[in-house]
């Protein structure tokens, strides 16, 4: 599929330490969700095709990453007084070590046990991570810490932050934020090996989607969803490029992108909508379609082919048309899932997402419905993560457990 191809031969670009079957950072290698994965089951429940089942210490809802044989995810405990980073063995879960920072100053999260929510990323030399107001962090694969920045300021909203870090090359990104009233929202841009500062770019606005590193035109541009404004920002300096109006100030998905056009989706009964690229400065103007108070949406959909697939916080599924914006699945119930803060996940033509319940629903991609899969693990499970896929395993984490599901 042309979408998927054009954002994994991306993936080669900005990150050739890593190994094929990588899932390296949050959303996985190109950051929307696609897996050239054909080998990963399509059923499963708390037993059936189950590799190993591993306790978690404490609650989290980063979503894990994979970088050969190991796992890196993040957690806190003591109301986010420790934060911690663990990598466990991809062979058998075994916890490998664990670095712990302490912060002793006052967080704002909408739950106690929330203050860990970004996942880190790797290029197979150094896992990089962000701690919110307790700093980023970056240390060598055996847990040695590199270097770490405690300067970017206290990060205080209600809802707490969500942004990951990505990697662009030598250098490390990270959205800085949200603040609420007070305090900045910026794009600091480090060098990945010093963590020293290459650029910064401010926003009146925060938000808690992670930017989307695209190529357009041979060019590179990172997307950035704030608040009104959908942006292109150049990675490289941090100039903005462009900006499109639609958003309201509830960013929590990231953007979308396929065959040249960008899709920004927010939530709490905010808007949706597509622009093209290739315009400079203020292209509201050039919107293909707007949804005027759309819904609920916390994870971020795929783009596959000529079309968009999400699931809203109801659990009510949704194929949209990419140039129209024009639904295509009509579906009115919500399938037997429940609601999701989960992001979707694309691999051998279906669709995965990861439930609150911690069920996983896989649809068909594809402009006809078609629900294939209902996969429930034992009752009691709940998440806020996503799935990450690599080399035939799918990794789930809940409140309680880390799962490696994979085809017996």
């Given at each position: 599929?042309?979408?998927?191809?054009?954002?994994?031969?991306?993936?080669?670009v900005l990150?050739?330490?890593?190994h094929?079957?990588?899932?390296?950072?949050?959303?996985?290698?190109?950051?929307?969700?696609?897996?050239?994965?054909?080998?990963?089951?399509?059923?499963?429940?708390?037993s059936?095709?189950?590799?190993?089942?591993?306790?978690?210490?404490?609650?989290?809802?980063?979503?894990p990453?994979?970088?050969?044989?190991?796992?890196?995810?993040?957690?806190?405990?003591?109301?986010g007084?420790?934060?911690?980073?663990?990598?466990?063995?991809?062979?058998?879960?075994?916890?490998?070590?664990?670095?712990?920072?302490?912060?002793?100053?006052?967080?704002?999260?909408?739950?106690?046990?929330?203050?860990?929510?970004?996942?880190?990323?790797?290029?197979g030399?150094?896992?990089?991570?962000?701690?919110?107001s307790?700093?980023?962090?970056?240390?060598?694969?055996?847990?040695?810490?590199?270097?770490?920045?405690?300067?970017?300021?206290?990060?205080?909203?209600?809802?707490?932050?969500?942004?990951?870090?990505?990697?662009?090359g030598?250098?490390?990104?990270?959205?800085?934020?949200?603040?609420?009233?007070?305090g900045?929202?910026f794009?600091?841009s480090?060098?990945?090996?010093t963590?020293?500062?290459v650029?910064?770019?401010?926003?009146?606005?925060?938000?808690?989607?992670?930017?989307?590193?695209?190529?357009?035109?041979?060019?590179?541009?990172?997307?950035?969803?704030?608040?009104?404004?959908?942006?292109?920002?150049d990675?490289?300096?941090?100039?903005?490029l462009?900006?499109?109006?639609?958003?309201?100030?509830f960013?929590?998905?990231?953007?979308?992108?396929?065959?040249?056009?960008?899709?920004g989706m927010?939530?709490?009964?905010?808007?949706?909508?597509?622009?093209?690229?290739?315009g400079?400065?203020d292209?509201?103007?050039?919107?293909?379609?707007?949804h005027?108070?759309?819904?609920?949406r916390v994870g971020?959909?795929?783009?596959?082919?000529?079309?968009?697939?999400?699931?809203?916080?109801?659990?009510?599924?949704?194929?949209?048309?990419l140039?129209s914006?024009a639904?295509?699945?009509?579906?009115?119930?919500?399938?037997?899932?429940?609601?999701?803060?989960?992001s979707?996940?694309?691999?051998n033509?279906?669709l995965?997402?990861?439930?609150?319940?911690?069920?996983?629903?896989?649809?068909?991609?594809?402009?006809?419905?078609?629900?294939?899969?209902?996969?429930?693990?034992?009752?009691?499970?709940?998440?806020?993560?996503s799935?990450?896929?690599?080399?035939?395993?799918?990794?789930l984490?809940?409140?309680?457990?880390?799962?490696c599901?994979?085809q017996?």
């Open positions: 599929m042309k979408t998927l191809a054009s954002a994994l031969a991306l993936f080669v990150a050739s330490n890593l094929a079957g990588d899932w390296p950072a949050w959303r996985g290698p190109t950051g929307q969700g696609y897996s050239d994965d054909t080998a990963i089951p399509l059923t499963w429940s708390d059936e095709n189950v590799k190993w089942k591993v306790p978690l210490e404490f609650q989290g809802n980063s979503t990453i994979v970088s050969g044989k190991k796992i890196f995810l993040t957690q806190a405990n003591n109301k007084a420790t934060r911690s980073l663990l990598c466990l063995s991809r062979t058998d879960g075994k916890l490998l070590w664990k670095k712990d920072v302490t912060h002793a100053d006052k967080e704002l999260s909408w739950n106690p046990n929330w203050y860990s929510n970004s996942s880190p990323v790797t290029d030399k150094r896992v990089i991570v962000s701690f919110a307790a700093g980023m962090y970056c240390y060598d694969m055996d847990g040695k810490e590199l270097w770490k920045r405690t300067d970017l300021g206290s990060w205080q909203h209600k809802f707490g932050s969500g942004s990951s870090p990505i990697i662009y030598d250098t490390a990104i990270l959205w800085c934020g949200p603040n609420e009233k007070q900045r929202n794009l600091l480090v060098n990945k090996e963590g020293k500062t650029w910064e770019h401010d926003e009146k606005f925060g938000s808690w989607g992670t930017p989307l590193i695209v190529k357009h035109d041979g060019k590179d541009q990172l997307l950035l969803g704030t608040n009104p404004m959908l942006k292109g920002i990675p490289k300096t941090g100039k903005e462009w900006k499109c109006g639609g958003h309201n100030k960013v929590y998905a990231s953007p979308l992108f396929g065959n040249g056009t960008v899709v927010t939530g709490y009964n905010g808007q949706a909508f597509a622009v093209t690229l290739g400079k400065g292209i509201t103007s050039d919107r293909l379609w707007l005027p108070r759309a819904t609920q971020s959909g795929v783009v596959i082919d000529n079309h968009i697939y999400i699931v809203e916080e109801s659990g009510i599924p949704h194929c949209y048309d140039n914006g639904e295509v699945w009509q579906v009115k119930k919500r399938p037997n899932g429940g609601k999701t803060w989960g979707m996940v694309y691999a033509a279906r995965y997402v990861l439930m609150k319940n911690g069920s996983t629903l896989v649809f068909a991609a594809g402009p006809k419905y078609e629900l294939l899969a209902t996969n429930k693990l034992a009752a009691g499970a709940a998440t806020n993560s799935l990450a896929v690599s080399d035939g395993e799918i990794f984490r809940t409140f309680k457990n880390l799962y599901i994979t017996k």
